[in-house]
T-cell receptor
Framework: KNQVEQSPQSLIILEGKNCTLQCNYTVSPFSNLRWYKQDTGRGPVSLTIMTFSENTKSNGRYTATLDADTKQSSLHITASQLSDSASYICVAYSGAGSYQLTFGKGTKLSVIP | GAGVSQSPRYKVAKRGQDVALRCDPISGHVSLFWYQQALGQGPEFLTYFQNEAQLDKSGLPSDRFFAERPEGSVSTLKIQRTQQEDSAVYLC??????????????FGPGTRLTVT
């Protein structure tokens, strides 16, 4: 069964600090991996999409990395802001005729002043 | 409209009632997805439409769940004889590309269903 595991489950950091969120996926075959940001009471918003051949992709202060050999991804947030407080969800897509994305449970990030 | 909209935003139903949840995707988007998100969990796939064709409904948890997109734009998710375990946020997403490719999925704000 395809699975996506994220850690930590929750994280509290001071404004201005950096943090890294982790994602391990068991999806076979593997096509692409996405990171989404979900504010409370809102739908997820895409941050990055990476194929198996990409190692890193940045979107402003967000940088995602992907190691397709170890099936691990990380999302690094630089110089955190209060508005970064949200859940960050890792999502894997296997392709191979499937229409389904496999979502992790998310990491709940709280940035405090 | 500028984004995906869903209505109602909140719905309280008594156990056994039928409910209908509406999704207005971004105009012209080919793909439409429905997801169920339980509290503290990530979204789980329910069903996928490519235009008006429902190509995958394998995620629908029971035959009480039914989705349609008759004209390839607006979609409705219907839940018959609601049960308490149906309480969740129901998210709709649309994409200009086909399922799973590199096109973005744009999510609506969701409908929070509470079954009492």
């Amino acid at each position: 069964k395809n699975q996506v595991e994220q850690s930590p489950q929750s994280l509290i950091i001071l404004e201005g600090k950096n943090c890294t969120l982790q994602c391990n996926y068991t999806v076979s075959p593997f096509s692409n991996l996405r990171w989404y940001k979900q504010d409370t009471g809102r739908g997820p918003v895409s941050l990055t999409i990476m194929t198996f051949s990409e190692n890193t992709k940045s979107n402003g202060r967000y940088t995602a990395t992907l190691d397709a050999d170890t099936k691990q991804s990380s999302l690094h947030i630089t110089a955190s802001q209060l508005s970064d407080s949200a859940s960050y969800i890792c999502v894997a897509y296997s392709g191979a005729g499937s229409y389904q994305l496999t979502f992790g449970k998310g990491t709940k990030l709280s940035v405090i002043p | 409209g500028a984004g995906v909209s869903q209505s109602p935003r909140y719905k309280v139903a008594k156990r056994g009632q039928d409910v209908a949840l509406r999704c207005d995707p971004i105009s012209g988007h080919v793909s439409l997805f429905w997801y169920q998100q339980a509290l503290g969990q990530g979204p789980e796939f329910l069903t996928y439409f490519q235009n008006e064709a429902q190509l995958d409904k394998s995620g629908l948890p029971s035959d009480r769940f039914f989705a349609e997109r008759p004209e390839g734009s607006v979609s409705t998710l219907k839940i018959q004889r609601t049960q308490q375990e149906d309480s969740a946020v129901y998210l709709c997403a649309s994409s200009s590309g086909l399922a799973g490719d590199m096109y973005e999925q744009y999510f609506g704000p969701g409908t929070r269903l509470t079954v009492t």
